[in-house]
């Protein structure tokens, strides 16, 4: 099993839709997860970090965490030909100070 | 201070030659790590320093590698006798401790892409 899945995609949106991305995770003491934005022959950019369950908003990306569950998960509202890009999700495992990340997941949001 | 940044962006060797990647971190951070990433796949932790110590190294690393912080700001990552299979983007990211322990939030720089023919 591997520590950090997500669904590899396509995930295709249409301009103005909400995006609605998962992950899923292993270590039941993870206490830190992050979203990064990676567009295609760029490195990783950090939008968005949670560190509590529920919900955390940050202009139109919402990242909502369930610990019980273990998955978070990223929602972009309106999304734009602009977010089209892959998304990685990252967890912080218990006692190491490192990043797992996920293989990403491929968004694409067509006009 | 703009970032993280990484030298050469590119780099073409012929399998059996060694390279060597150098980062430049965020000048206040204290932790530097070393990610690959082949395509289609999530970033890999290799390693990561504290200020001039390495203090992790991925069981994934063969002997082959080797990374070095020795005055705890920049970072070099070389790969002894390369492979095809060492064909990668190499990412540097770097992160500071006085965010606590709740986080490691990590800013990475632009990555080196190796080809090894």
């Known amino acids: 099993q591997k520590e950090v899945e997500q669904n590899s995609g396509p995930l295709s949106v249409p301009e103005g839709a909400i995006a609605s991305l998962n992950c899923t995770y292993s270590d039941r003491v993870s206490q830190s997860f992050f979203w990064y934005r990676q567009y295609s022959g760029k490195s990783p950019e950090l939008i968005m970090s949670i560190y509590s369950n529920g919900d955390k908003e940050d202009g139109r990306f919402t990242a909502q965490l369930n610990k019980a569950s273990q998955y978070v998960s990223l929602l972009i509202r309106d999304s734009q030909p602009s977010d089209s890009a892959t998304y990685l999700c990252?967890?912080?495992?218990?006692?190491?100070?490192?990043?797992?990340f996920g293989a990403g997941t491929r968004l694409a949001v067509h006009p | 201070d703009t970032g993280v940044s990484q030298d050469p962006r590119h780099k073409i060797t012929k399998r059996g030659q060694n390279v060597t990647f150098r980062c430049d971190p965020i000048?206040?951070?204290?932790?530097l790590y070393w990610y690959r990433q082949t395509l289609g796949q999530g970033p890999e932790f290799l390693t990561y320093?504290?200020?001039?110590?390495?203090?992790?190294k991925s069981r994934l690393l063969s002997d082959r590698f080797s990374a070095e912080r020795p005055k705890g700001s920049f970072s070099t990552l070389e790969i002894q006798r390369t492979e095809q299979g060492d064909s990668a983007m190499y990412l540097c990211?770097?992160?500071?401790?006085?965010?606590?322990?709740?986080?490691?939030?990590?800013?990475f720089g632009s990555g080196t892409q190796l080809s090894v023919l």
């Open positions: 990252a967890v912080n495992p218990g006692g190491y100070n490192k990043l797992i």
């Open positions: 990211a770097s992160s500071s401790t006085d965010r606590g322990p709740l986080g490691e939030k990590l800013f």
């Open positions: 320093f504290q200020n001039e110590a390495q203090l992790e």
């Open positions: 000048s206040e951070h204290n932790r």
